[in-house]
């Protein structure tokens, strides 16, 4: 784990050099995506992995999403299928990640895997990260830059309220634009829904023409973002509550009254999205214990935003 400071680098040409050759030497740089911000590491080398590990408190059966620049370079190291393949060509590089047959000579660290044969894989969209994959020339793995458990970072300075002096540096390309993880899709065979997420599984089904099945999770994740208990904010939350007790913050969703904060007050899923984990981190900064949520429609982005509410609304395992 690295300690000490955590240098703050600009998305130009010299700071993403810098972060390479950070990557490098075994190191770990957060940088930013369209979804939230990832913490990186040499998804190659089992040292700088078990660091992310250690700087995020995260446990070790969970495995994690590496990033690779293109199509091509996620040939080397997992297996694609047609349908993989339809998938990979409609939404990279986007907010996509397919879990796939990892290569026998992958090369990849089996802390990534978490000692499984499979792997999750995308290709992310966005300048800065783009460059940074260019730069370094290589996998990244790259799980949300936040100590396990907590709310994922959209800006750099979530980052560093979180994990400042534990990794060596953060990119600053300001919000994410999506606001929420990656949507994961099972691709062993017929494909199947392990996670929502920035792709609504609306459009994936009507890429590959037909209803996504849901994975059936075991105790042992297979892809990032199933524990039960997961983004979660310091106070305590409710979810579809359309009238806040009187000790309660109100999240609000559309045109409702008495929001401490709402995600969009004009009921837009997208923006909603994008401001769902920065609401969460304003409510820790203003210690709040309670908050209380309102109902959010089940469809599109509205999936995902309640994945990610219903974890964050689970029972604490401390």
Known sequence: MKTGQTVTLKPDADGLRLAAKVLSGGGLVAFPTET?????????????VADIFDAKGRPSFNPLI?????LEAAQKYCVFDQEALKLAKAFWPGALTLVLPLRADSGISKLVTAGLETLGVRVPAGQAVQGLLAEFDGPLAGPSANPSGKISPTTAEHVLGGLFGKIDAVIDAGHTSVGVESTIIGCLGRATALRA?????????????????????????????????????????????????????????????????NLSPTGDLREAAANLFDCLHRFDDRGTRKIAVSPIPNEGLGRAINDRLRRAAAPRGN
Do not use: C, W
Request: charged share 25%.
């Open 36 to 48: 939230v911000y990832g913490l990186g590491a040499d998804a190659r080398n089992d040292t700088a």
């Open 197 to 261: 997420g920035g792709v609504p599984f609306e459009e994936i089904e009507r890429v590959l023409g037909y209803h996504l099945g849901a994975e059936v999770i075991g105790k042992a994740p297979i892809a990032p973002g199933q524990l039960e208990s997961h983004y979660a904010p310091k106070g305590h939350v409710r979810l579809n509550v359309t009238q806040p007790s009187p000790d309660e913050e109100l999240l609000g969703f559309g045109d409702v009254e008495g929001a401490v904060f």
């Open 66 to 70: 590496v990033h690779v620049k293109d």
